[in-house]
């Protein structure tokens, strides 16, 4: 039942195109339907595992084992330690919608709270939510040009998952060639779109022989042939129905202008879903691909929010419209 209300709220964000009111109506059933389900829905997965860690906390990453630990000299109770870590979780979400227009905040929260990056992290993956939102505001702060901040969450996010390091450095590459290649003070001439998914699929392609080497010399071992050992979906199935809203949502963006923010998030999110097509033609890579998707969706929110303060409703009704079908969000709401 659950699932079936978290699939219906992405649906009636068809309201919002009408006028204020459906906007108006929009925002009231998303928060209606999201206080229902955070009363009903269980705990799932890695939750458990949270709630007994607390008791030894320093087993994780210091910033998170550090925010355990405080949080248990206050509460006594395992469980609502783990609800407030939630909730801080939260509210850094919800900070994400002051990226946008003081107008749309109302409109950028119903986004942020039925997406498929906030549902999994906040029933499921503590750590590496904060590490993930960390850094989509480290992206943020490149664009805005604040590499002191920058750096900052740079080094916090490796504070609550260390995979963040990888993600960080990936997004920090790209973010140069793109300034290189089409800002103000490039050596070029802005280069075309054709050029940059051509640069794309160079550096997915070198990036995914490269992780095989590392994979032939035994490192993220620990993750080779995990699909079958603990019968997960392949990877393959996960990603087709993603790169085809990725790709639909795209298409209403060819040609048009948009903000550097904008077009600096289009060319991340199309690095990290092609990189992971790449890694879906081989079973090895699996896991490994499953959690480089996770971040992806904090890319795909970050597109929602930026073509939603843009006025570019069709991609981000198709970006909303995909999420209806996230089955892992759904598993984690239904327990």
């Known amino acids: 039942m659950i699932p079936f209300f978290f699939a219906i709220q992405h649906f009636l964000i068809v309201l ?112 590496q939510g904060f590490s993930s939102v960390l850094l989509i505001l480290f992206v943020f702060s490149l664009i805005e040009r604040k590499g002191w901040l920058a750096t900052f969450l740079f080094f916090l996010a490796a504070g609550f998952h260390l995979s963040s390091i990888a993600f960080g450095a990936v997004s920090l590459v790209i973010f140069l060639s793109y300034i290189f290649f089409r800002g103000r003070r490039a050596l070029f001439r802005p280069v075309s779109p054709g050029f940059v998914l051509v640069l794309i699929l160079i550096i997915a392609g070198a990036s995914f022989s490269f992780l095989g080497i590392l994979l032939n010399l035994g490192f993220y071992s620990v993750y080779d042939g995990m699909v079958f050992s603990q019968n997960r979906v392949p990877l393959y199935l996960k990603v087709a129905p993603i790169f085809l809203i990725f790709a639909i949502s795209e298409f209403f963006l060819v040609r048009k202008a948009v903000s550097e923010r904008l077009e600096l998030i289009r060319v991340l999110r199309a690095f990290f879903i092609i990189f992971t097509c790449f890694l879906a033609l081989d079973w090895r890579f699996d896991e490994i691909g499953s959690r480089i998707l996770f971040f992806y969706f904090y890319l795909e929110l970050a597109f929602q929010l930026l073509c939603l303060n843009e006025r570019r409703f069709k991609p981000m009704l198709i970006s909303s419209l995909g999420a209806a079908f996230a089955l892992n969000a759904w598993n984690v709401l239904g327990g």
Not at 42 to 49: C, E, K, L, R, T
Not at 85 to 93: G, K, M, P, R
Request: with cysteine; net charge neutral.
């Open 16 to 127: 919002a195109f009408f006028n204020k009111f459906g906007r108006a109506i929009f925002v009231f059933l998303s928060l209606s339907i999201f206080t229902y389900i955070y009363i009903v829905k269980p705990d799932a997965y890695d939750i458990f595992v949270y709630v007994d860690s607390v008791s030894y906390p320093f087993i994780f990453e210091p910033v998170f084992g550090f925010l355990l630990w405080s949080l248990s000299l206050v509460f006594e109770e395992n469980r609502v330690v783990i609800f407030f870590v939630q909730a801080i979780l939260a509210l850094l979400f919800v900070f994400l919608c002051l990226k946008v227009n003081k107008n749309n905040f109302w409109m950028a929260l119903a986004l942020v709270l039925f997406s498929v990056s906030f549902t999994l992290s906040v029933n499921n993956i503590l750590r």
